[in-house]
């Protein structure tokens, strides 16, 4: 015991005559930025991240063709290619990029257009053990989503100028399958009890006579030969000719009428196009890159050509997604095939190669994150700071506080608590930014009482959504009239508005006599204490103004995820944060089982209008389109909007260059510390 | 004493067994999907995550491979939630921070509560006895989640060589410690006095007194070892507990030490991960409670014949 007097006496001393120096202070000599981060990242391989916070990190250590522009929204300046040498076609399908020679990798290899079709072919990967989340976002290249979903028709028929009949034809043809009528959808119940709106699913596919039986159609699995014709039609229009497996492709050959073709296409097409099929499973379904004719191709080292699947006038919005960035071919193979995911070693500090203005220096699991300027950069003498550390701090209250305590440059945001308190202290310090993102509710419209569309508006209109923004989250946020954000040349329909009258008199037109007989209800939301908060507000709102009480279910993240997918919820909160600046990044949420539609919600008119504004190349007659399309989703509404999303963080007078920006994107090669 | 340890052992490896068999089937009942992301995974997407974790085996083989991987590779197999990553790298790493601040929060909190429970006993139902049991009965009811912020508040932003958060510093073990050192301490100076008040009303003490032993010789000599009995008792499985870190803490302090793996990986449904923190701490809590049997045996003769 006597012993250790001197030793904690020493230790004491060392701590008081240590670094007296605020963290910023040393930093800001080092010219370092130190920003909080909010998580750990999940990997920093761009193909398989999906996160904002991971964008962060990956914005630094690659780049895309051109970059993001370092205060104008909508504007870009030079990436790996020269931004004036960019041409495209006059409608817009078809861009070269000329890359500049000097872009190189970290270690001195130079960036070239073969890495970007490796990037692409990479990220398309159609391998079903591929686990990329954001593959869609290439699905802008000519084939790109026919290559990813392997969609045999298309590839070998419809690419293939030789075929008699053209694709636009052909593809009327039940290739994709219909995942309406999958069997399983309706376990345990007799076809002849379905409703007139389940019917109408079958009737592309069925026969008057068809009476399938969906139990003996779950209880089959692959011996598919003892079914019924009808039974045989459903499985086989529900898999649609693509999946179709090599027995199921031979007795279709026999038995044409059991998959739903058109009356354009003659039984000799129809023959031939399951003939190619089965011949690509008969070559032990050899790679299709070559056969898919994705629209991306290298002319040479340092010319790059896209061929997209319709006029993109907004193109380079798009290509500075983290999802178009170039990922390096050789340091990818050296470590695994093209497809190695998580397994791969490649973005371990010790291997990681990246083109951006900064390259990894440490990465410590929940500790730390550090880059350092990358020597190898093309631009490297425009770059301001030597290096970033992003510090993953989940507990925003503790951000807020090492900012006040000299440890941050920058904080990832203010808890909605703390704003008035950030408003009085740190006037000179505290943003509060447009951010392009919108809140809203999702409702299962599979089931009553929001399968109707009257009780669904009933529920938007009574949502008092100043009162949300201004008394619960107090950081800026603004009254969701709709599913876009207002930007640009965008002009919202603005169909939204908090009218407890009309969602009154809604209400009693729905059908529901009294309030009481209403079925009950939950609202699903996440198990943080902000998600309650809204909650709560939402469940007073609808108490007041409808007379209804739903119940609030809080579950954790993944659950609340899986009831979403599962269908297994009656209302839930949820949020949307665009991916580049165009409306279409929240449209095309709402197609037929998008990944992030999970309201069973889908309309033919909707989706003809997002088509239509595809192949639109004039940019104010696309955005008119666009917001017709949201017109047509507002008025059936199947997401009730609740508010437009702000950033609100606290930034020091030092950092130079970071100025307000839609999606929150900062370019960092121009952030500057200021150390006057 | 070797047949002793020997058997001690031999139960833990038992408890351990059960625990994580428990846990195994347990978290398999959890609502939710552990591969579910902000995306729907497409159904042949999600078989292949699940073949890619050995999910889309039969429950009992997953069980058994579960235990090959364990006995014969000491693979604890990959975090589902922290992909690439394997479970064995996330605790050997974090283990040793939390170890860190575990040793000096119990150091402080033994040099804290056992003074305290002595003081009170020795002044029993005076004014010395009453603050030292409302000082311990805070200790017990003030949660970290408040003691944290104020320590940060009243301590981390006058003075300019302590962080508000932060694993970067020297200084950085400070404030964490002594936030968790508090409940230790409390429970530890509750114990002690107990203890003590039960061992000074004994004869041999009355004795001890009688023949004319000075107070300080009866507590020292006499009085301390065999009162400290039931805060021993306790300390072993506070210490496996407080080295294996404590999510509020290290969520304050911004901590990178292994007490987050317990909750993250739970609401992630990270079944590597928690089974893996359930074997390791499963073991530690053995070893811990091995040790402080081993200290009762050294401190009271009588538990030795038994």
């Not at chain 1, 300046?77 to 020679?101: C, M, R």
């Amino acid at each position: 015991m006597i012993r250790i007097i001197p030793l904690l006496a020493t230790t004491a001393l060392a701590f008081v005559s240590c670094e007296r120096r605020s963290d910023i202070e040393i930093a800001n000599e080092e010219n370092i930025l130190i920003i909080g981060n909010s998580n750990e990242p999940k990997g920093l391989d761009p193909h398989l991240v999906s996160g904002v916070l991971e964008s962060n990190i990956i914005r630094a250590l690659f780049e895309g063709l051109v970059v993001d522009h370092p205060s104008k929204d909508s504007h870009s300046v030079d990436g790996v290619a020269f931004k004036d040498q960019i041409k495209h076609s006059d409608d817009f399908t078809e861009w070269t990029f000329h890359l500049n020679p000097e872009a190189k990798w970290s270690d001195g290899v130079a960036v070239t257009a073969h890495d970007f079709v490796f990037s692409y072919k990479r990220l398309l990967s159609p391998d079903p053990n591929w686990p990329a989340k954001y593959a869609e976002m290439l699905y802008f290249l000519k084939n790109g989503e026919a290559y990813h979903r392997s969609k045999l028709g298309h590839i070998l028929c419809g690419n293939d100028p030789d075929f008699p009949l053209v694709w636009e034809t052909l593809r009327e043809a039940n290739f994709e399958g219909d995942s309406k009528i999958k069997p399983k959808k309706f376990k345990g119940k007799r076809f002849s009890e379905l409703n007139e709106q389940d019917l109408k699913k079958f009737s592309p596919y069925l026969t008057g006579e068809d009476t399938p039986d969906f139990d003996q159609l779950n209880s089959t699995g692959s011996d598919f030969e003892s079914l019924s014709t009808a039974n045989k039609k459903v499985l086989f229009n529900s898999i649609g000719i693509d999946k179709l497996n090599r027995k199921q492709l031979l007795h279709l050959k026999d038995n044409l009428s059991l998959i739903k073709w058109s009356d354009s296409i003659t039984t000799e097409v129809k023959q031939l196009v399951i003939t190619r099929i089965l011949s690509h499973h008969d070559a032990g379904k050899p790679k299709l890159w070559d056969k898919a004719q994705v629209g991306v191709s290298a002319i040479n080292d340092s010319t790059l050509r896209l061929k997209l699947r319709g006029p993109t006038p907004y193109l380079l919005e798009v290509a500075k997604h983290y999802t178009w960035y170039p990922v390096p071919k050789h340091i990818i193979l050296k470590h695994g095939k093209i497809n190695t995911a998580y397994s791969s070693q490649w973005t371990k500090p010790e291997n990681i190669v990246s083109n951006g203005p900064f390259k990894l220096k440490s990465w410590r699991t929940n500790h730390l994150l550090e880059v350092e300027r990358n020597p190898h950069y093309w631009d490297a003498e425009e770059v301001k700071l030597d290096g970033i550390r992003y510090l993953p701090i989940r507990n925003y209250y503790t951000e807020t506080r090492m900012f006040g305590d000299e440890q941050l440059h920058l904080t990832y945001t203010v808890p909605s608590e703390l704003i008035p308190m950030a408003k009085e202290k740190y006037a000179a310090e505290l943003r509060q930014e447009s951010y392009i993102g919108t809140r809203f509710l999702r409702v299962n419209t599979l089931n009553s009482p929001f399968d109707n569309p009257k009780v669904r508006r009933a529920f938007a209109l009574a949502i008092d959504q100043k009162s949300i923004c201004e008394e619960i989250l107090q950081g800026g946020q603004a009254p969701a009239s709709g599913i876009v954000p207002p930007f640009g040349d965008y002009k919202p329909p603005g169909l939204i508005k908090f009218d407890p009258k009309k969602a009154k008199a809604l209400l009693q037109e729905s059908g529901y006599e009294s309030t009481s007989s209403f079925p009950d209800i939950d609202l699903l939301t996440t198990n943080s204490d902000s998600g309650l908060r809204e909650a709560e507000a939402l469940q007073a709102m609808w108490q007041k103004h409808l007379g209804i009480k739903v119940r609030i279910q809080q579950r954790e993240w993944s659950t609340y995820l899986q009831n979403q997918y599962d269908f297994n919820y009656d209302i839930v909160v949820a949020g949307w944060i665009g991916d580049y600046l165009d409306p279409t990044t929240f449209l095309e949420l709402w197609v037929t089982d998008g990944g992030n539609n999970n309201t069973a919600w889908s309309s033919k008119t909707f989706e003809d209008l997002l088509r239509k504004a595809e192949k639109t190349s004039d940019i104010t007659t696309r955005m008119a389109i666009l917001s017709e399309a949201e017109k047509t989703i507002m008025n059936d509404i199947p997401v009730l909007p609740i508010y437009w999303y702000t950033t609100n963080y606290l930034i020091r007078p030092e950092v130079k260059n970071w100025n307000p920006l839609l999606l929150n994107n900062h370019p960092f090669k121009f952030i500057e510390i200021d150390k006057n | 004493m070797l047949r002793i340890i020997f058997s001690r052992l031999l139960q833990t490896l038992v408890v351990v067994f059960l625990l994580v068999t428990f846990t195994f089937f347990a978290i398999r009942m959890m609502p939710g999907n552990p591969f579910a992301d902000v995306k729907a995974l497409t159904e042949e997407n999600k078989a292949a995550m699940e073949r890619l974790y050995g999910l889309d085996k039969p429950l009992h083989i997953q069980y058994a491979n579960y235990w090959k991987n364990v006995l014969l590779e000491g693979d604890f197999g990959d975090s589902f939630s922290m992909k690439g990553r394997k479970v064995s790298t996330l605790i050997s790493e974090s283990f040793p921070i939390s170890l860190k601040l575990g040793l000096l929060s119990l150091f402080l909190a033994m040099s804290l509560g056992i003074p305290l429970g002595i003081i009170a006993a020795l002044f029993h139902n005076k004014w010395q006895d009453y603050t030292a049991m409302i000082i311990a009965m805070a200790g017990i009811c003030i949660v970290t989640f408040v003691l944290g912020p104020i320590f940060q508040l009243s301590f981390a932003k006058p003075l300019s060589w302590l962080n508000v958060a932060g694993w970067s510093r020297p200084s950085d073990v400070i404030l964490p410690a002594i936030t968790l050192c508090f409940g230790v301490a409390a429970y530890l100076a509750r114990l002690t006095r107990g203890g003590m008040l039960d061992i000074l009303s004994q004869d041999y003490i009355r004795s001890a007194k009688a023949k004319g032993v000075s107070q300080l010789n009866i507590i020292t000599k006499h009085a301390l070892r065999p009162a400290l009995v039931p805060a021993v008792t306790f300390l072993g499985p506070a210490f496996a507990a407080i080295i294996t870190g404590s999510f509020v803490v290290e969520s304050i302090f911004l901590i990178p030490g292994m007490g987050q793996y317990f909750v993250l990986g739970i609401q992630n449904q990270d079944y590597t991960l928690v089974l893996g923190l359930v074997l390791f701490y499963g073991i530690l809590m053995g070893i811990a409670n091995l040790m402080s049997d081993l200290a009762l045996i050294f401190m009271d003769p009588k538990l030795r014949n038994s």
